[in-house]
């Protein structure tokens, strides 16, 4: 599945953004859809996933702050981005879960090219 992520961009501290992710001729009722980010300098890190079944797993960092949901014909999944901060730029990814622990990037591919998120203090 191709995956296309969208809703990057400027932002200041302690504002919000919601990002999109879509599949590309497919939905996401049987995939597990994950977001990493990845800052400047910094390896990709786990930010959320839902599952197919519906569940959700955040990194801690994350947890209360950021929301991921996605639309009733699961074709798109968004990731609701709340009192972001400077240290929350990064390029954001979705991908969709393939084996293995859902925190680790190796256990994903179909990953999208990834939009930018930056935060101005």
């Known amino acids: 599945v191709q995956l296309q992520a969208s809703g990057g961009g400027l932002v200041q501290a302690g504002g919000f953004l919601r990002l999109s992710c879509a599949a590309s001729?497919?939905?996401?009722?049987?995939?597990?859809v994950g977001w990493f980010r990845q800052a400047p300098g910094k390896e990709r890190e786990f930010v959320v996933v839902?599952?197919?079944?519906?569940?959700?797993f955040y990194a801690d960092s994350m947890k209360g702050r950021f929301t991921i949901s996605r639309d009733s014909a699961k074709t798109t999944v968004y990731l609701r981005m709340n009192s972001v901060t400077p240290e929350d730029t990064a390029v954001y990814y979705c991908?969709?879960?393939?084996?293995?622990?859902?925190?680790?990037?190796?256990?994903?591919?179909?990953w999208g090219q990834g939009t930018l998120v930056t935060v101005s203090s």
């Open positions: 991908t969709v879960h393939n084996r293995g622990s859902y925190y680790d990037t190796y256990s994903y591919d179909s």
């Open positions: 001729g497919r939905t996401f009722s049987t995939y597990s």
């Open positions: 839902l599952t197919w079944s519906g569940n959700t």
